[in-house]
């Protein structure tokens, strides 16, 4: 063994070896007497990690041998994943058997690649055995928060089972932070908002950070902040706090991104969109290493395309929307592609409301009658010219072109929570109580079938169904809530729908009727003396059965002719019934026996132009010369249809 893999040896086998500098020194000069020492090299290796310089140890790596491949494993997977190779470092920290490293670093590559719920099990997995590192146990209670915090974010908060925070999410202020964003993912922004306040004062407090670190890890919470008081409608303490965030200041590029846009939003109306369109644009590309969160991305992509709209660029939104949409077509449950889908029809529409709007829109819509986002809002501008018909219309449109789909995601999309909801609310808007029993009905059908099934949907279906009187109707409550209770034992909701649906049957609900508060109760502090005397109707049985009776005839009863309405006179004033009426009143006033013509011209034209005269003695009555007429009796034309004379000399009148 040479002086140098000795001196190396000694300086390894030392505890609390914190010098990696130093070991790096060692671990080169031993390799100029040994370039394949496989040992050196993993020591070389781990020294470089130590020193953060990943992508040398992963070169490093590379250039090794398979054994020092298979001998580091560990740290070439977590050196892949901080190079931004994230999907080749699971697979190795994957295949690694019982190792803990191995299982923080590939739950941490899932995290990144946003497979959440795998994620969610490795560090359920790993917070169920002893963590034999110090503040292990802390640092995987913080990343399953995040985690979870995530799978609120992707609409898959039945996977979380942590739903409240606790009062060790109380202690430190990252678990806090992660708290804080699983209620906001939820929509629950005024916890939201205490909780990031909790964190914000429990990191002021440390005293192991500098103040510099301190304002690093102040500013992604204050950022978080801007976010809950914009959603919360605090408009001037949302600009006050966008006056304090200087994105500038932040390392993490992400989190600028996010500050910038926030910010942006943070100014209410925006009075000039060419200066908010230039800044958001201006942020710099993020590294590989440094990526948006799916949900951050497609939000700051739909910002871009909304300040686009804003300056009247319509062709390059609907070039840029229908590229995304032709590689992903309708229909599809995505918020995201669905929110393109609306930005891309009001660039059709250049952002115009109202008749003008559905116009530039309906065409569309043929074209694409499988397009959620699109017949949304033509939906949503029916509603808004108060035209609940023509909504409900094109929305039923859309489900019979989805229900004759054989295809499985389409039927997935067709009865959609979202979609359904929207229907029942224009439903309720219309009373058609019909209709929207028919459809929570079909909902529950497809749904209970389902391994997942959404539970607010089954509940709402339950509900409707319970108070049907029909057989049919019962038996399907019966068995939603069955579903429901089975899940969670402890709903109330679902234990009271569960009770109320076997209320019919023979199925004994003793035990889950005791888990009920009971009906005295729930009465206790109502005084029914004071009600009545206040004038609370109190109903009355057969009542709806009476009114109806009279509102319907009986069917032995012969229907009531008709009264005859009396029209009006229409005799003229001086009307005398005494009189006989004129025989020639029918006729035009100038063929009338008594018509005379006003003026001396007037008389003697009608003298001349009289059509159907006879002549007298063999002469023409318009004292023509006789050279073109016939014997007596013969009938002369109209004067004035020969082609001589002065006729010539007259002006032709246009036609």
């Given at each position: 063994?040479?002086?140098?893999a000795?001196?190396?040896?000694?300086?390894?086998?030392r505890?609390?070896?914190?010098?990696?500098?130093?070991?790096?020194?060692?671990?080169?000069?031993?390799l100029?007497?040994s370039?394949?020492?496989?040992?050196?090299?993993?020591?070389?290796?781990?020294?470089?990690?130590?020193?953060?310089?990943?992508?040398?140890?992963?070169?490093?790596?590379?250039n090794?041998?398979?054994?020092?491949?298979?001998?580091?494993?560990?740290?070439?997977?977590y050196?892949?994943?901080k190079?931004?190779?994230?999907?080749?470092a699971?697979?190795?920290?994957?295949?690694?058997?019982?190792?803990?490293g191995?299982?923080?670093?590939?739950a941490?590559?899932?995290?990144?690649l946003?497979?959440?719920?795998?994620?969610?099990?490795l560090?359920?997995?790993?917070?169920?055995t002893?963590?034999?590192?110090?503040?292990?146990e802390?640092?995987?209670?913080?990343?399953?928060?995040?985690?979870?915090?995530h799978?609120?974010?992707?609409?898959?908060?039945?996977l979380?089972?942590?739903?409240?925070?606790?009062?060790?999410?109380?202690?430190?202020?990252?678990?806090?932070?992660?708290?804080?964003?699983?209620?906001?993912?939820?929509?629950?922004?005024?916890?939201g908002?205490?909780?990031?306040?909790?964190?914000?004062?429990?990191?002021?407090?440390?005293?192991?950070?500098?103040?510099a670190?301190?304002?690093?890890?102040?500013?992604p919470?204050?950022?978080?902040?801007?976010?809950?008081?914009?959603?919360?409608g605090?408009?001037?303490?949302?600009?006050k706090?966008?006056?304090?965030?200087?994105?500038?200041?932040?390392?993490?590029?992400?989190?600028?991104?996010?500050?910038?846009?926030?910010?942006?939003?943070?100014?209410?109306?925006?009075k000039?969109?060419?200066?908010?369109?230039?800044i958001?644009?201006?942020?710099?590309?993020?590294?590989?290493?440094?990526?948006?969160?799916?949900?951050?991305?497609?939000?700051?992509?739909?910002?871009?395309?909304?300040?686009?709209?804003?300056?009247?660029?319509?062709?390059?939104?609907?070039?840029?929307?229908?590229?995304?949409?032709?590689?992903?077509?309708?229909?599809?449950?995505?918020?995201?592609?669905?929110?393109?889908?609306?930005?891309?029809?009001?660039?059709?529409a250049q952002?115009?409301?109202?008749?003008?709007?559905?116009?530039h829109?309906?065409?569309?819509l043929?074209?694409?009658?499988?397009?959620?986002?699109l017949a949304?809002?033509?939906?949503?501008?029916?509603?808004?010219?108060?035209?609940?018909?023509?909504?409900?219309?094109?929305?039923?449109?859309?489900?019979?072109?989805?229900?004759?789909s054989?295809s499985?995601?389409?039927?997935?999309?067709?009865?959609?929570?979202?979609?359904?909801?929207?229907?029942?609310s224009?439903?309720?808007?219309?009373?058609?109580?019909?209709?929207?029993?028919?459809?929570?009905?079909?909902?529950?059908?497809?749904?209970?079938?389902?391994?997942?099934?959404?539970?607010?949907?089954?509940?709402?279906?339950?509900?409707?169904?319970?108070?049907?009187?029909?057989?049919?109707?019962?038996?399907s409550?019966?068995?939603?809530?069955?579903?429901?209770?089975?899940?969670?034992?402890?709903?109330?909701?679902?234990?009271?729908?569960?009770?109320?649906a076997?209320?019919?049957?023979?199925?004994?609900?003793?035990?889950?009727?005791?888990?009920?508060?009971?009906?005295?109760?729930?009465?206790?502090?109502?005084?029914?003396?004071a009600?009545?005397?206040?004038?609370?109707?109190?109903?009355?049985?057969?009542?709806?059965?009476?009114?109806?009776?009279?509102?319907?005839?009986a069917?032995?009863?012969?229907?009531?002719?008709?009264?005859k309405?009396?029209?009006?006179?229409?005799?003229?004033?001086?009307?005398?019934?005494?009189?006989?009426?004129?025989?020639?009143?029918?006729?035009?006033?100038?063929?009338?026996?008594?018509?005379?013509?006003?003026g001396?011209?007037?008389?003697?034209?009608?003298?001349?132009?009289?059509?159907?005269?006879?002549?007298?003695g063999?002469?023409?009555?318009?004292?023509?010369?006789?050279?073109?007429?016939?014997?007596?009796?013969?009938?002369?034309?109209?004067?004035?249809?020969?082609?001589?004379g002065?006729?010539?000399?007259?002006?032709?009148?246009?036609?």
């Open positions: 063994m040479t002086n140098e000795r001196a190396l040896g000694a300086l390894l086998q505890n609390g070896v914190d010098n990696h500098d130093e070991v790096l020194r060692a671990c080169n000069a031993s100029k007497q370039k394949k020492d496989s040992h050196t090299l993993h020591a070389k290796v781990v020294a470089l990690l130590k020193l953060d310089r990943y992508e040398d140890a992963l070169h490093v790596l590379e090794g041998e398979e054994a020092l491949k298979h001998e580091a494993r560990l740290e070439r997977s050196a892949l994943y190079t931004g190779q994230l999907a080749e699971e697979q190795i920290a994957k295949g690694i058997d019982d190792d803990r191995a299982r923080h670093v590939e941490q590559a899932l995290y990144r946003e497979d959440f719920e795998r994620s969610a099990i560090y359920r997995e790993l917070s169920k002893h963590a034999p590192i110090d503040n292990e802390n640092d995987i209670r913080i990343n399953s928060g995040a985690t979870d915090a799978l609120e974010w992707a609409r898959k908060g039945h979380v089972l942590k739903k409240k925070p606790g009062r060790e999410d109380l202690e430190a202020f990252e678990l806090a932070y992660n708290a804080a964003c699983a209620s906001i993912a939820r929509g629950e922004l005024a916890q908002e205490i909780l990031l306040r909790r964190s914000q004062d429990l990191c002021n407090a440390l005293d192991d950070l500098t103040e670190e301190k304002v690093a890890e102040l500013l919470i204050r950022v978080q902040q801007l976010y809950v008081l914009i959603r919360l605090k408009s001037e303490d949302a600009v706090l966008a006056s304090q965030i200087t994105p500038q200041d932040i390392s993490d590029g992400s989190t600028v991104q996010v500050a910038e846009v926030n910010c942006i939003a943070a100014s209410g109306e925006i000039n969109p060419y200066l908010h369109h230039r958001i644009n201006a942020i710099t590309p993020l590294p590989k290493t440094d990526k948006l969160f799916t949900i951050q991305s497609d939000q700051i992509d739909q910002d871009r395309l909304v300040l686009d709209l804003l300056i009247s660029k319509f062709g390059s939104v609907v070039k840029s929307t229908t590229k995304t949409l032709t590689e992903n077509p309708p229909p599809t449950a995505s918020s995201h592609l669905n929110s393109l889908s609306v930005l891309n029809a009001a660039a059709h952002c115009q409301l109202g008749k003008i709007g559905i116009k829109m309906l065409p569309l043929e074209k694409r009658p499988l397009d959620i986002g949304m809002v033509v939906v949503q501008l029916y509603i808004l010219t108060n035209n609940h018909g023509s909504a409900a219309t094109v929305l039923e449109s859309l489900l019979k072109h989805l229900e004759n054989t499985t995601n389409d039927q997935d999309v067709r009865f959609a929570p979202g979609l359904i909801a929207t229907v029942i224009l439903y309720t808007l219309q009373g058609r109580r019909k209709q929207i029993k028919t459809e929570l009905a079909k909902a529950a059908t497809y749904w209970r079938h389902k391994s997942k099934p959404p539970r607010s949907l089954l509940q709402a279906a339950g509900l409707t169904l319970v108070e049907s009187s029909k057989p049919d109707d019962q038996a409550a019966r068995d939603i809530f069955s579903i429901l209770h089975k899940e969670d034992p402890g709903s109330k909701i679902a234990t009271a729908g569960y009770v109320a076997h209320a019919f049957s023979s199925t004994p609900v003793d035990e889950e009727t005791d888990t009920l508060t009971p009906v005295s109760r729930l009465i206790a502090d109502i005084d029914i003396s009600l009545e005397e206040a004038g609370v109707l109190q109903p009355k049985l057969g009542l709806d059965a009476a009114q109806a009776a009279t509102r319907k005839r069917l032995d009863e012969k229907p009531k002719p008709a009264k309405r009396l029209r009006k006179s229409r005799l003229p004033k001086d009307y005398d019934a005494s009189k006989a009426p004129d025989p020639e009143r029918w006729l035009p006033l100038k063929e009338r026996s008594s018509y005379r013509p006003k001396k011209k007037g008389r003697q034209k009608f003298a001349t132009l009289t059509q159907g005269g006879v002549e007298k063999g002469e023409a009555a318009a004292g023509s010369s006789g050279k073109g007429g016939g014997g007596e009796g013969v009938i002369k034309g109209a004067a004035g249809g020969g082609g001589g002065k006729a010539k000399n007259k002006k032709k009148s246009k036609k």
